[in-house]
């Protein structure tokens, strides 16, 4: 997350534009009907920063 917020602290707003697409291209390649409902269910939470329940997202393509 640092290097989304460098460029959007300094202002580089083409170079945050970039990052997010880059990002978004990642992410589109791991969506799936089988991710979908990983991620759905009750018994999994998505907030990664929970200081009390912290996670760890793997996110890797193929």
Known sequence: MK???DALE???L????GQVASAGIA???????EMNY???GSDFSFDLN??????IYLLETI
């Open 38 to 40: 990983l991620l759905t």
């Open 14 to 17: 083409e170079q945050l534009a």
């Open 10 to 12: 300094s202002g580089a």
């Open 3 to 5: 290097p989304f917020s």
């Open 27 to 33: 992410l589109a390649k791991a969506t799936s009907k």
């Open 50 to 55: 929970n200081p009390i329940n912290p996670k």
